[in-house]
């Protein structure tokens, strides 16, 4: 038996829908084993106590029954695992995230996802769900959130967006504290001009981008002024493959608009050495300039999260 008590034919079925868009020139073994992996991962959400300390850190009035990750259906046909979320852990919009062996890029499987979610978490006023799926798919009723961009890194350093201005200069800090303080003030200030935006992209906390740094991933920028911006990455596989995950592309107020996000970008990825050879990142659907400096560094979408509202239904 494994996670959630599924037997083996069970859990390799939440493969099925990614093997059915896996991008060209990924493993379709690693890819299995990762989908398999994930589902572990949630399953470490299923514990009472695991779920009663996440209603303590975000302050939310759920129970500690509708915080546990759950199996929502389970059989040979389709098996479905639920659990509460908080967008941008923000209390006053939760959400369910849906993970399933069967695809959803219909309206007849988003409608019946709708109402097992709705069933399952009565006691919840819930925004809505998400789900990952194929990019493009426009007919569903569903928004979408998250997309996945991702290419080989190879590319993302050779295509002619490298050329920092001479004004910059590039360190690899050792230590995320001495960049913090200003990140901080300069991803606020983002923030503000950004509202629409805001709730869905996530500040970097301390000992993430100490993560990065400890990895020799956290790229600090400097101009006559001072601080000037960071870029900030992880390893973290994509689809089962070593992979390098970006984490963040700041730039300070000042630097923004002037078309040096994608030479940041390909800078911080031709000086790091992980040893990767493809880069991905989750990038939210409307933030149009971070969509625009990914494609010129020649990511493209491979995978897409939408979101269901089920206000009004």
Same mark, same amino acid.
């Given at each position: 038996m494994n996670p959630f008590g599924l037997p083996d034919h069970q859990l390799a079925a939440f493969a099925r829908p990614v093997l059915e868009y896996l991008p060209a020139g990924f493993d379709a073994e690693e890819a299995e084993q990762a989908e398999i992996d994930?589902?572990?991962?949630?399953?470490?959400?299923?514990?009472p106590n695991v779920a009663a300390a996440r209603i303590a850190r975000l302050g939310v009035k759920?129970?500690?029954?509708?915080?546990? /990750?759950?199996? %929502? $259906?389970?059989?040979? &046909?389709?098996?479905?695992?639920?659990? #509460?979320?908080?967008?941008?852990?923000?209390?006053?919009?939760?959400f369910v995230a849906v993970k399933t062996t069967a695809r959803v890029n219909g309206l007849s499987a988003v409608n019946a996802l709708a109402a097992q979610v709705s069933g399952a978490y009565r006691g919840v006023d819930l925004r809505g769900f998400t789900f990952w799926e194929q990019p493009g798919l426009e007919e569903l009723d569903a928004e979408s959130w998250a997309t996945c961009m991702a290419g080989s890194l190879s590319a993302a350093t050779r295509t002619g967006e490298r050329d920092l201005p001479g004004f910059l200069t590039i360190s690899w800090p050792e230590a995320a504290g001495e960049v913090f303080p200003d990140y901080q003030h300069e991803h606020q200030a983002w923030r503000s001009d950004a509202p629409?935006?805001?709730?869905?992209?996530? /500040?970097?906390? %301390? $000992?993430?981008?100490? &993560?990065?740094?400890?990895?020799?991933? #956290?790229?600090s920028l400097r101009d006559d002024h001072g601080f000037a911006g960071l870029a900030a990455a992880t390893i973290s596989p994509l689809f089962g493959r070593r992979a390098l995950c970006m984490l963040d592309i700041l730039l300070s107020k000042r630097l923004r608009g002037r078309g040096l996000a994608a030479a940041v970008q390909s800078s911080f990825l031709a000086g790091q050495r992980s040893g990767a050879d493809t880069v991905w990142g989750q990038i939210h659907a409307e933030n149009q300039p971070s969509m625009r400096t990914a494609r010129k560094l020649d990511r493209r979408a491979v995978q897409q999260e939408y979101f269901v509202s089920l206000t009004g239904r």
């Open positions: 994930d589902v572990g991962s949630l399953a470490t959400l299923a514990s759920v129970s500690v029954e509708d915080m546990t /990750e759950r199996l %929502l $259906e389970t059989s040979d &046909e389709r098996t479905v695992v639920s659990g #509460l979320r908080y967008r941008n852990l923000d209390p006053d919009f939760p629409g935006l805001a709730p869905f992209v996530s /500040e970097s906390d %301390l $000992e993430g981008l100490q &993560e990065a740094a400890d990895q020799g991933l #956290l790229m």
